[in-house]
């Protein structure tokens, strides 16, 4: 892996400049998180789940967000609905595998959508992206437990399988189309102190590929945005109360200089 610099800023000023619908069916536990974090960045939150709207929602969307967090069989097939309508339309669906491995049934609904409708990118944490992966392992909750696999080689056997993008989120992030392969190195450990963060990147995420087709690309932009955003943060937080309400300020006011300053990238 060699050091590279991306140039970030220049897809946050796109959002900025073009303020994208990002329609998510998300986790009700931080669906407040992903909605303000999205429009932290410049772009359009909507939080529609109803099945009689989420296909017409979807189709005046750029970018469709799924996470299972807090997932029903209702509400999984409501994310079929919304995911065929952007299918249809061509804009991206990014999914978080949110606690896979926890139990059966996030693993059979994570392999319903994977298998019935085109996901362009997968995210998940270590363990959550091994289970998807077919490998044997348990997640704590919807918490990271430590995987013995090569996640890299993971990750990429995934992205092929499926013809997406992984993104493997922890320390160090793992970004892949199947061809390409990104770490990202930046972030904080305050992330991990309040509920909420992983969804948020997932969030961040769809709102760059919105407007970046390139969605390896996109993905590590998107973490490099909000994890310096985390640092800077984490900077001036006297705990996670404060680093929470700071990550928005940060994110808001976080420009070129900075971004290329603190991107920690390697490919």
């Known amino acids: 892996m060699a050091k590279i610099k991306i140039d970030a800023y220049a897809l946050l000023k796109k959002?900025?400049?073009?303020k994208p619908v990002v329609h998510h069916l998300t986790n009700w536990v931080t669906i407040y998180d992903c909605?303000?974090?999205?429009?932290v960045l410049g772009a359009s939150p909507v939080m529609a789940h109803a099945k009689e709207e989420v296909g017409e929602m979807a189709k005046i969307a750029s970018s469709l967000v799924l996470n299972i967090g807090t997932?029903?069989?209702?509400f999984v097939e409501a994310m079929k609905i919304a995911a065929i309508s952007a299918n249809e339309k061509g804009i991206p669906i990014v999914l978080d595998v949110c606690g896979a491995g926890a139990t059966h049934?996030?693993?059979?609904?994570?392999?319903?959508?994977?298998n019935e409708v085109k996901i362009d990118i997968l995210k998940g944490n270590a363990?959550?992206?091994?289970?998807?992966?077919?490998?044997?392992?348990?997640?704590?909750?919807?918490?990271?437990?430590?995987?013995?696999?090569?996640?890299?080689?993971?990750?990429q056997n995934l992205a092929q399988k499926y013809n997406c993008t992984v993104v493997v989120t922890g320390k160090e992030d793992i970004i892949t189309n199947g061809q390409k392969i990104y770490v990202v190195k930046n972030g904080h450990p305050m992330m991990t102190n309040i509920v909420g963060t992983g969804c948020m990147a997932t969030s961040v995420i769809g709102a760059f590929a919105a407007v970046e087709k390139d969605?390896?690309?996109a993905s590590v932009a998107g973490l490099v945005c909000f994890e310096i955003a985390a640092e800077c943060a984490a900077k001036n937080s006297s705990g996670p109360g404060t680093f929470k309400e700071k990550i928005y300020d940060c994110l808001y006011h976080l420009d070129k200089k900075t971004i290329d300053r603190m991107q920690r990238v390697e490919r």
Do not use: W
Request: hydrophobic share 50%.
């Open 215 to 217: 969605l390896a690309l």
């Open 127 to 155: 363990s959550e992206v091994a289970r998807v992966s077919g490998e044997a392992v348990r997640t704590k909750g919807v918490d990271a437990l430590a995987v013995d696999k090569n996640m890299i080689q993971l990750a």
């Open 15 to 18: 959002i900025r400049a073009e």
């Open 71 to 74: 997932l029903t069989v209702d």
């Open 105 to 114: 049934l996030r693993d059979q609904k994570s392999f319903e959508l994977l």
């Open 35 to 39: 909605a303000n974090i999205v429009k």
